[in-house]
């Protein structure tokens, strides 16, 4: 840890973490100095948050996770639209000097003034009250596990344009035709006559709020796929860009047990990064095949991936990914027991978190399965090592995704 980091291990701003632009990928977070694994580098408070509706009980129960969390209802595409409107007229300046770390929730009596206010009380929307009524129905656009922030929605032309010139063009289709009629009717922003909220703006928003968004997950079930409960909007966290081997990853700890549970997420580096270099994420499970993983990054993020992982495995054989999770643990009673290398040290570390020359070029990232991916079947989840407790480094490390611990003897051997 260096002056200024936390002594429960988070990353002192601003200097820690930068917004760089990246090449064919729009900005990116870049860490602006050496950042050691034990560090978060980021914990944030979602500005605002919305229930997916595909869970009825989730509504009732985000009020017990956080009076601060906006759980005033109507149905999701209805806040999708009045949440990035929000942001759009009041958020639109760029973050420059990202708030690293957010308290949680400090006075749950005030809430912040980026929570979008409810609706006039004359709404003419019936049923405005969720849980009184079902939604009408459950979204199906959004990822199940993504975090995505579209690079114009704060980007850093935003200060001065409108609206409308930064949100590009969306395809008005019958869903923000309809938005843009419910919007007109109900939304009593204020200056909204000045701004004026056409259907161009309303479908751009709207793809551009779906893109944003961190789905907060139903907990780890072995046996069934999990889907998302609740959505929230973390500016802050927005800037990372994906890799299908990530070198951080994102935790929450909505079904914490202790007090402490809400919808809060942090982001931590999974190993030792040099200053300079781009800190991503993955947008989903890390176990996620190349096909499915290319699919999912075309589909909802408009992107073709070409990450070191990707490079590798668009040249592999079905066989050769059917044969993948074998493969790891076939090369990781080679490389675990023996090599120890030391992260702490000065080895210039791959994405895949090895040193550059003990790397296997048909199969760079294994070292990546072995050390950082969970052994819990069927979770896909992360490992982050656990940070510091009242300044005392902790020898453990955390899946994000079923929040199993393991023993970090490796990394501090
Ligand atoms: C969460 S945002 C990341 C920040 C974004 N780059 C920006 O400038 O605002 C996700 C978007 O960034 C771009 N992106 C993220 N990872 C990428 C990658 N590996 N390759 C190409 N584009 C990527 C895609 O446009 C994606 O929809």
């Known amino acids: 840890m260096e002056p200024g980091d936390s002594a429960s291990g988070v990353l002192a701003p601003p200097q820690g973490l930068r917004v760089d632009p990246e090449t064919g990928r729009g900005e990116g977070r870049v860490a602006g100095r050496r950042v050691p694994c034990l560090l978060v580098l980021l914990s944030v408070v979602p500005k605002i948050g919305f229930s997916s509706f595909q869970e009825l009980s989730f509504r009732v129960r985000t009020l017990k996770f956080c009076n601060a969390f906006w759980s005033i209802l109507l149905n999701y595409e209805m806040r999708v639209i009045i949440e990035s409107i929000f942001f759009t ?208 990054l075309k589909e909802d993020y408009g992107f073709v991936c070409d990450c070191d992982r990707c490079k590798v495995e668009a040249n592999w054989s079905d066989d050769e990914e059917e044969g993948e999770g074998e493969m790891n643990r076939d090369v990781g009673d080679d490389d675990m027991d023996e090599d120890g290398d030391d992260e702490e040290g000065d080895l210039e570390t791959t994405d895949s978190g090895m040193d550059k020359e003990g790397e296997d070029d048909s199969f760079p990232h294994a070292y990546f399965f072995i050390r950082y991916m969970c052994s819990v079947d069927n979770c896909g989840g992360t490992l982050a090592p656990v940070p510091p407790v009242d300044a005392r480094p902790s020898t453990v490390m955390e899946c994000n995704v079923c929040g199993s611990f393991s023993k970090f003897s490796l990394l501090l051997s």
């Open 89 to 296: 007229y009041f958020y639109g300046p760029p973050i420059t000097a990202p708030t690293v770390t957010e308290q949680s929730h400090p006075n749950p009596q005030q809430p912040s003034p980026a929570l979008i206010a409810p609706p006039p009380p004359n709404s003419a929307l019936p049923n405005a009250n969720p849980l009184l009524s079902p939604p009408p129905t459950p979204h199906s656009f959004a990822p199940p596990y993504a975090v995505s922030a579209p690079p114009t929605l704060r980007s850093s032309s935003s200060t001065t344009t409108t609206a409308s010139s930064k949100l590009g063009d969306a395809l008005a289709d019958d869903a923000s035709v309809f938005l843009h009629s419910v919007i007109s009717t109900i939304c009593q922003l204020p200056n909204s006559g000045e701004l004026g909220v056409s259907v161009e703006l309303t479908a751009a928003l709207l793809a551009k709020d779906k893109l944003n968004a961190f789905g907060l997950m139903e907990p780890f079930n072995q046996g069934k796929e999990r889907s998302v409960r609740a959505y929230g909007l973390y500016p802050t966290a927005s800037f990372f860009n994906h890799d299908c081997l990530p070198n951080a990853c994102r935790f929450d700890y909505v079904d914490s047990a202790s007090e402490f549970s809400n919808t809060d997420i942090t982001i931590r580096v999974i190993h030792d990064l040099p200053a300079g270099r781009e800190i991503c994420l993955s947008y989903f499970p890390v176990n996620f095949k190349y096909v499915e993983r290319q699919q999912r």
